[in-house]
């Protein structure tokens, strides 16, 4: 076989929703397939602070933040937080509507305060709603909206009741940025996230694929959410969990066991990426 690019979502892929323990499955998935020579690359919404304790598992690279920030080996190869402007513009019209807003630096997050209550009166969600509940849960460098120091942001996660909420920052951001809405869960909390249209996860599949002068055919990409759609969309193989958005799984070309049932390692396997 020749060597693989392969891209692998955090939440709900590689790990449990929160988490940064992958099953110790995938850990000997991943570490097979390196010794066979493939890439393996972390494609993630969660900037580089949240994502570093998986780095010890090892990984030839990262797509951070959703393709805002991406980094082969010690190489950065992309770096594009928010403008001042579009900042400012979100966090005050998101205020106005009522909306938990959660900034993510490159190493740093700062959540409005109130995000613990809103978290804990609602049940179920996706694999993001998860993500926060369990980061929040854990004290996982998750900070107060007032220490927030205006160090340069990379997107804003959002959280509340009703779509309309968002609909003011929509009108006037929607050209600059892709509100990537998750599935609506079953007590009708709407989340997600505004990542800038100069990137998302499908733009880090090419950079790096670029930088080491691979085809993209050569290309795998695991993920489970709606913010994985570009990579899914972007790759020559795409692969959604069994836990994964039905969104997704619609449009990907394998749906592997869920990350509970060691998904990840029976894809590697069914791929012959580990063995």
Not at 8 to 34: C, F, K, N, Q, Y
């Amino acid at each position: 076989m020749r060597s693989k690019i392969v891209f692998l979502d955090i939440d709900g892929t590689l790990t449990l929703p929160g988490g940064s323990t992958p099953p110790e499955s995938a850990v000997r998935a991943i570490r097979a397939a390196r010794a066979r020579g493939h890439k393996m690359i972390l494609c993630t919404g969660r900037n580089l602070d949240m994502l570093s304790p998986l780095l010890r598992y090892g990984f030839d690279g990262v797509v951070a933040s959703d393709g805002g920030y991406v980094m082969l080996g010690d190489r950065v190869l992309y770096d594009c937080p928010m403008t001042e402007r579009q900042r400012d513009t979100a966090m005050e019209l998101l205020k106005r509507g009522g909306v938990l807003r959660t900034l993510e630096a490159l190493d740093g997050t700062y959540g409005d305060e109130y995000m613990d209550d809103f978290l804990s009166a609602v049940g179920g969600g996706n694999s993001e709603m998860e993500r926060w509940r369990r980061a929040l849960a854990e004290e996982l460098n998750i900070r107060p909206m007032s220490e927030y120091d205006g160090r340069p942001v990379y997107k804003i996660v959002v959280m509340c009741r009703s779509m309309e909420q968002l609909e003011p920052a929509r009108r006037a951001l929607e050209g600059e940025f892709n509100f990537a809405i998750q599935d609506e869960d079953s007590h009708g909390c709407v989340n997600g996230e505004l990542v800038n249209r100069k990137f998302d996860k499908g733009s880090g599949v090419r950079r790096i694929a670029e930088a080491l002068g691979a085809d993209l055919a050569d290309t795998i990409g695991f993920g489970d959410s709606v913010n994985d759609t570009e990579m899914i969309q972007t790759v020559g193989f795409s692969v959604c969990m069994g836990n994964g958005s039905p969104r997704l799984k619609s449009i990907s070309r394998m749906v592997a066991p869920p990350v509970e049932e060691d998904g990840l390692a029976a894809a590697f396997a069914m791929l012959e990426l580990s063995k």
